[in-house]
Nanobody, 122 residues
Framework: QVQLVESGGGLVQAGGSLRLSCAAS????????MGWFRQALGKERECVAT????????YYADSVKGRFTISRDNAKNTVYLQMNSLKPEDTAVYYC???????????????WGQGTQVTVSS
């Protein structure tokens, strides 16, 4: 069982940066692929970025490619999402999730955090 707790969200002006963190409990963290998802008001949840258990493979949605970076520190049981050049359309609740498969499909993620709000003002 893995429990996930996100932090680092907040209010930022367009063009600014935030770094989200997701701390995981349990010694099995390093066996999970991790993903960051977001859900804006009135929209479906979308996959933003994913990272394999080793960190060797990553995926980014086209909308964030070149601006966001996902990384993980297995020694600290933590996954990060560095968000630069933020835009108002990045405003959403951001969730981290853990899966036994490296995938962009939300339904294949077994464990979810509670979410952290990111608001980008224009």
């Amino acid at each position: 069982q893995v429990q996930l707790v996100e932090s680092g969200g907040g209010l930022v002006q367009a063009g600014g940066s935030l770094r989200l963190s997701c701390a995981a409990s349990g010694r099995t963290f390093r066996s999970y692929a991790m993903g960051w998802f977001r859900q804006a008001l009135g929209k479906e949840r979308e996959c933003v970025a994913t990272i394999s258990w080793s960190g060797g493979m990553t995926y980014y949605a086209d909308s964030v490619k070149g601006r966001f970076t996902i990384s993980r520190d297995n020694a600290k049981n933590t996954v990060y999402l560095q968000m630069n050049s933020l835009k108002p359309e990045d405003t959403a609740v951001y969730y981290c999730a853990a899966s036994s498969k490296h995938t962009v499909i939300a339904g294949l993620y077994d464990h979810w955090g509670q979410g952290t709000q990111v608001t980008v003002s224009s």
